[in-house]
Nanobody, 116 residues
C-alpha cells in the first residue's frame, strides 16, 4: 500500500523556519518524483516544489523560490522541505505526494501556521 505521511508543521513567527518531513512507503521510492503541495482553507491547491528521482533536479513554485529547499534521501525513503523566511501567507496545510502509473497519492498533511 502506497503511503506518504507529512510531518513537522507547527506554529512559527514570521521570518522563522520549519523543516517538513515526508515518510514514504509501499513503492519504489527511487523511481518516482516527490512533490509538496499546500492548500489553505478556501483556496486552491498550490504546487510548492518537487524533486526528480533520476538526477535530483528540483522545481519550485513562485512562492517558494529562494526560501524553500526540497531534498530527498533514498536510504530512508524520506523527503524534506526546508522552509526559511516564512511569511504569514505561507500558512497552510502541506502535503507530500507522488504519482504512480497515472494515479496521484497524497498522505495526510501537516499544518503550518505563520504568525505576524
Amino acid at each position: 500500500e502506497v503511503q506518504l505521511q507529512a510531518s513537522g508543521g507547527g506554529l512559527v513567527q514570521a521570518g522563522g523556519s520549519l523543516r517538513l518531513s515526508c515518510a514514504a512507503s509501499g513503492f519504489t521510492f527511487d523511481t518516482y518524483v516527490i512533490a509538496w503541495f499546500r492548500q489553505a482553507p478556501g483556496k486552491e491547491r498550490e504546487g510548492v516544489s518537487c524533486i526528480s528521482s533520476r538526477d535530483g533536479s528540483t522545481y519550485y513554485g513562485n512562492s517558494a523560490k529562494g526560501r524553500f529547499t526540497i531534498s530527498r534521501d533514498s536510504a530512508s525513503k524520506m523527503a524534506y522541505l526546508q522552509m526559511n523566511s516564512l511569511k504569514p501567507e505561507d500558512t497552510s496545510t502541506y502535503y507530500c505526494g507522488t504519482r504512480l502509473r497515472g494515479r496521484e497519492y497524497w498522505g495526510q498533511g501537516t499544518l503550518v501556521t505563520v504568525s505576524s
